[in-house]
């Protein structure tokens, strides 16, 4: 019996793509977030949650807390992805509520296609351009964003998944 599992959350795709290269990688089950039930984790010794950062949270942060609160897995690891870097103080928050330690949080680069996006997202990436603007020095994080709403910003590769397989067959190891 496979004892990883990796569970995501995604909206356009991305974390999906990341989630299923893990889990064939490590030889792991995989499940999108719906078809998941606390119960289910008693069944494996590693968990591995993947989520994109949206307005500065998880997509569906509270589920992933109900359910690694209820089945602290042995071996607990969380990839976010995102267009930049979680800043020290997301982290932070993100960090508040985990069972997690600093070095079994990983960030991957996502996508952003502005011509994808539901009505709701074009409206708020509207409102996050209009904040960029408002910046005299941008961060290579936000000309990125700008760009987005020209083109489609694809910032994701397989190989940013390496440190999180290698962390989890080294303690596979232990
Ligand atoms: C409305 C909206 C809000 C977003 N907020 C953030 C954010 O706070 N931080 C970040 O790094 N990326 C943010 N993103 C970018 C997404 O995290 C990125 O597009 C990611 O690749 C989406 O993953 P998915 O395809 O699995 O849904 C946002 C995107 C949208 C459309």
């Given at each position: 019996?496979?004892?990883?599992?990796?569970?995501?959350?995604?909206?356009?795709g991305?974390?999906?793509?990341?989630?299923?290269?893990?889990?064939?990688?490590?030889?792991?089950?995989?499940?999108?977030?719906s078809?998941?039930?606390?119960?289910?984790?008693?069944?494996?010794?590693t968990?591995?949650?993947?989520?994109?950062?949206?307005?500065?949270?998880?997509?569906?942060?509270?589920?992933i807390?109900?359910?690694?609160?209820?089945y602290?897995?042995?071996l607990?690891?969380m990839?976010?992805?995102?267009?930049?870097r979680?800043t020290?103080?997301?982290?932070?928050?993100?960090?508040?509520?985990?069972?997690?330690?600093?070095?079994?949080?990983?960030?991957?680069?996502?996508?952003?296609d502005?011509?994808?996006?539901?009505?709701?997202?074009k409206l708020?990436?509207?409102?996050?351009?209009?904040?960029?603007?408002?910046?005299?020095?941008?961060?290579?994080?936000?000309?990125?964003?700008?760009?987005?709403?020209?083109?489609?910003?694809?910032?994701?590769k397989?190989?940013?998944?390496?440190?999180?397989?290698?962390?989890?067959?080294?303690?596979?190891?232990?």
């Amino acid at each position: 019996m496979t004892s990883t599992l990796v569970i995501y959350t995604t909206k356009y795709g991305t974390t999906e793509k990341y989630a299923t290269q893990i889990a064939s990688e490590l030889h792991a089950d995989l499940k999108e977030i719906s078809n998941v039930e606390a119960n289910d984790l008693i069944f494996y010794d590693t968990v591995i949650f993947g989520a994109p950062l949206y307005l500065g949270k998880p997509y569906h942060y509270e589920k992933i807390l109900d359910i690694i609160r209820l089945y602290p897995p042995h071996l607990f690891l969380m990839f976010l992805v995102g267009a930049s870097r979680p800043t020290t103080e997301d982290l932070k928050a993100i960090k508040r509520h985990l069972p997690i330690q600093d070095e079994h949080l990983f960030y991957f680069p996502g996508k952003l296609d502005y011509q994808a996006l539901t009505v709701k997202d074009k409206l708020l990436m509207q409102g996050l351009k209009m904040w960029i603007k408002g910046h005299t020095e941008k961060t290579e994080a936000e000309q990125e964003i700008l760009e987005s709403f020209n083109r489609p910003v694809d910032l994701s590769k397989p190989s940013y998944t390496i440190p999180l397989i290698n962390c989890v067959t080294e303690n596979a190891l232990k």
